[in-house]
């Protein structure tokens, strides 16, 4: 199976660096998540709602662009951070709509569909396409997905890779810059076949794992990563179960159901964030470490407990990396058959 993916992998790797882009022309519509996009040129100033469309506009050579960005778990991955260090940060969380608007931008990148939609805590994409303000919504957030359930929204169908694809080539279109931006992909194409080459030669068909972002309190339930989700896609590449199956992005489960699942190993996300106290991955380990149900959960006692950066949890560049980090962590393991 494992091997089966590598050759997919590698096959659509090689037959898209056969393509050369071809430059933007303008007026360029764009469809994305419902709404109908117009450009008339490159936009010159733009702003970003999370930190994926963030550091994906700095991935693809556009930090000139930005004049404010916000929602943020990780710091800036260290390549940017020249780039990132002049930029207004209009929030860690999510700013306001007048912060926004007030940076006059010609284009809202937003990572999450409940920061700008039709709940937005930011607001609607109907009150900024009044004022002429553009939104691009990350597919990954909007397709096959319901946000208007569960906390952080449910899935309908799995995440597909493709829609970090997708998001870096519209992106690209859109700022006129679509060369990088398939040699971006073709980047994060091999990345991923590396990943998945890295675990061929295991024996995964009796692993499973759980992953842990935060709680909002260390003595209630965690959340965790649903089975349809990126998590969950990681796992599924590399040929591991997740234990969780809630088609919820990130829902609630007892640590009784999850001792009871005994996930193999146990990823935990490590953030700057501190909404809540599990954000801190230092207090995420001790408590597994000392509660009475959590340290006798084989993970737990064996220490197969991997530490990734959220952002390398969500629909980002850097969820390459991430998985990059969970093959060699698994690879270095002496799993029980």
């Known amino acids: 199976m494992l091997l089966s993916r590598l050759a997919t992998l590698v096959t659509a790797l090689g037959l898209s660096t056969l393509a050369h882009a071809a430059p933007t022309h303008y007026p360029l519509t764009v469809e994305n998540c419902g709404s109908t996009l117009t450009f008339e040129q490159a936009p010159s100033r733009a702003v970003t709602?999370?930190?994926?469309?963030?550091?994906?506009?700095?991935?693809l050579g556009l930090g000139n662009t930005l004049v404010g960005t916000s929602l943020?778990?990780?710091?800036?991955?260290?390549?940017?951070?020249?780039?990132n260090d002049p930029i207004p940060r209009l929030a860690d969380n999510e700013p306001s709509f007048e912060a926004v608007i007030g940076k006059r931008p010609q284009l809202v990148a937003v990572e999450l569909e409940?920061?700008?939609?039709?709940?937005?805590?930011?607001?609607?994409?109907?009150?900024?396409?009044?004022?002429?303000?553009?939104?691009?919504?990350?597919?990954?957030?909007?397709?096959?997905?319901?946000?208007?359930?569960g906390a952080d929204g449910?899935?309908?169908?799995?995440?597909?890779?493709?829609?970090?694809?997708?998001?870096?080539?519209?992106?690209?279109?859109?700022?006129d810059v679509q060369e990088r931006g398939r040699q971006l992909n073709d980047e994060l194409k091999a990345s991923l076949a590396r990943?998945?080459?890295?675990?061929?030669?295991?024996?995964?068909?009796?692993?499973?794992?759980?992953?842990?972002?935060?709680?909002?309190s260390?003595?209630?339930?965690?959340?965790v990563a649903g089975h349809k989700g990126i998590p969950d896609f990681m796992l599924n590449t590399l040929g591991v179960r997740n234990v969780v199956q809630s088609d919820e992005e990130w829902p609630t489960v007892g640590w009784e159901t999850i001792a009871k699942a005994n996930p193999t190993f146990l990823v935990i996300a490590r953030m700057d964030r501190r909404r809540f106290p599990a954000d801190d991955h230092l207090k995420k380990l001790a408590f597994?470490?000392?509660?009475?149900?959590t340290r006798n959960m084989d993970a737990v006692k064996n220490n197969r407990i991997i530490i990734l950066d959220a952002m390398a949890m969500q629909a980002s560049v850097r969820m390459f990396d991430g998985l990059a980090t969970l093959a060699s962590a698994i690879d270095g393991y002496d799993l029980p058959k």
């Open 114 to 149: 409940w920061m700008v939609g039709p709940q937005g805590v930011v607001g609607t994409r109907e009150q900024f396409h009044e004022l002429q303000i553009p939104t691009y919504l990350m597919p990954s957030d909007c397709e096959a997905k319901d946000n208007l359930v």
């Open 72 to 83: 943020w778990f990780n710091e800036v991955l260290a390549q940017y951070k020249t780039a």
């Open 218 to 223: 260390l003595d209630i339930d965690p959340y």
């Open 49 to 59: 709602i999370g930190q994926a469309g963030t550091e994906m506009l700095f991935a």
């Open 288 to 293: 597994l470490r000392s509660d009475p149900v």
């Open 154 to 175: 449910t899935r309908l169908e799995a995440f597909r890779i493709d829609s970090i694809y997708k998001s870096i080539s519209q992106l690209a279109e859109i700022f």
């Open 195 to 216: 990943s998945v080459a890295t675990v061929q030669d295991k024996d995964l068909k009796h692993t499973s794992a759980l992953f842990w972002f935060s709680s909002a």
